[in-house]
């Protein structure tokens, strides 16, 4: 019988290093930041994205258990054109007989990532629509 301490090992390093990510992501105290400075040109960015929707091959690619039916994303050889820093790669792990795991290493979107660019881009948009209103209103009032 072999032992199953590799997988549960190999398991293990999986969630703790997905943990630590999640994590090391979400920290958000000022005292342990540096070098931060507001985001510029985000709606530039975001307008070039390509969102889309799609199915995942579940043929192809049974050993993954992708979700069936219609998703909604990007492409991430799109996104790392745009926005290198929000594209990873990931180990999809799959078991592959007694004992053992597979990996199939795909890049992916952190949309985490994306959320500070949306904001931004929503807040030079909304800026962007103040100025236009404002404009509106001077030219009705110069009737």
Do not use: C
């Not at 549960?8 to 992501?25: E, G, T």
């Not at 105290?29 to 040109?41: E, G, L, M, V």
């Not at 991430?76 to 594209?87: E, G, N, R, T, Y």
């Not at 990996?103 to 881009?121: F, G, M, R, W």
């Amino acid at each position: 019988m072999k032992s199953r301490v590799p997988f549960i090992l190999s398991f293990m390093l999986v969630v703790a290093a997905f943990s630590f990510k999640a994590s090391a992501q979400t920290i958000s105290d000022k005292q342990i930041k540096t070098s931060t400075a507001p985001i510029t040109n985000s709606l530039n960015y975001i307008a070039q994205l390509k969102p889309i929707s799609y199915s995942y091959d579940q043929q192809q690619y049974k050993q993954l258990h992708l979700p069936g039916g219609t998703q909604y994303g990007f492409i991430a050889a799109d996104v790392k054109q745009v926005l290198p820093s929000v594209v990873d790669a990931k180990n999809n792990w799959y078991p592959a007989g007694k004992g053992n795991q597979r990996a199939i290493t795909t890049p992916e979107v952190d949309l985490q990532k994306l959320v500070p660019l949306l904001v931004s881009a929503i807040q030079e948009q909304q800026a962007q629509i103040e100025q236009l209103k404002l404009e509106v209103q001077q030219l009705k009032a110069s009737k």
